[in-house]
């Protein structure tokens, strides 16, 4: 047996509660530790305070007023309850909810594109910097075109001829000779 099941056990042996083989087992734990035997004897004393003391009387109103104040303890949850909206949102949480919401709707239309073909973020510090810069001037791409004079997508042109490849191929587990 440990100390802790000693420590268990302490009450029910000095109220006589245990089975034989239990209390055996809590007597030879006192022969081996003399200090269970202190812890016996302090625990027996604690016990006899108790039952020496006085008992507590309470008024006769005592009831009344615990039923009493049980009763304004539920109405003021029941008020606070009461005080919710939805999804159990209070009104001033409700608000400042819909303030970040709003504000972070208003920063993502911030930094969205102005135009559709516009593919790069552009930091409004910048904008005045792009527009003076100098034009530059229209290039056309015909010199950048094709060399060939032939049309690259024209398909009414020959087609391969296609192959027969039947007596060429052998397939895994084929009977053919």
Known sequence: MDRYQFEDLISDYIEN???MSQRKQVEAYLEENPEAKQQIE???QVMASMKSMPGISTSAEFMNN?????TAEK???SVVKSTRSFAGYTPLMASLSA???????MLGLEFMPESSNQATFTPTM??????????????TNDSMLAESEEDSTNYDED??????????IQLVGD???
């Open 175 to 177: 009977k053919r000779p």
């Open 159 to 168: 087609t391969p001829v296609k192959r027969n490849f039947d007596d060429k």
């Open 66 to 70: 615990l039923n009493r104040h049980i």
């Open 126 to 139: 910048t904008e005045q910097q792009i527009n003076d810069l100098p034009a530059l001037p229209a290039k």
């Open 75 to 77: 109405e003021a949850k």
């Open 42 to 44: 302090s625990v027996k």
């Open 17 to 19: 509660n245990l089975s």
């Open 99 to 105: 303030v970040v919401v709003i504000a972070v709707v």
